[in-house]
């Protein structure tokens, strides 16, 4: 069993930036590849960066490719998500997810987090 908690959302002006968290319960956090997604309100959930288990390899939905970083600390049990230069359509509830990844994507498994909303205001 895998709890996940993120936060770090929060309000903030177009063009700023939030780091995300997200905290794994759990001896085997390094078994698992960790992803986040993100839901708007109306619309599907939506993949955005993973992270192999062992931190060697990302993968990122087009839309955030240099904007956003994902990096994982092991020691922590907690995979982050650095987000800068955030516009107004990344304005949705963040989560993330166990799961297992590939050169480009990330297939989730059983355990996601409660979310974390994030604001952009233009």
């Known amino acids: 069993q895998v709890q996940l908690v993120e936060s770090g959302g929060g309000l903030v002006q177009a063009g700023g930036s939030l780091r995300l968290s997200c905290a794994a319960s759990?001896?085997?956090?390094?078994?698992?590849?960790m992803g986040w997604f993100r839901q708007a309100p109306g619309k599907e959930r939506q993949f955005v960066a993973a992270?192999?288990?062992?931190?060697?390899?990302?993968v990122y939905t087009d839309s955030v490719k240099v904007r956003f970083t994902i990096s994982r600390e092991s020691a922590k049990n907690t995979v982050y998500l650095q987000m800068n230069s955030l516009k107004p359509e990344d304005s949705a509830v963040y989560y993330c997810?166990?799961?297992?990844?590939?050169?480009?994507?990330?297939?989730?498994?059983?355990?996601w987090g409660q979310g974390t909303q994030v604001t952009v205001s233009s």
């Open positions: 997810a166990t799961g297992t990844t590939t050169y480009s994507t990330f297939y989730p498994g059983n355990y």
């Open positions: 759990g001896r085997t956090f390094s078994s698992y590849g």
């Open positions: 992270i192999s288990r062992d931190g060697r390899h990302t």
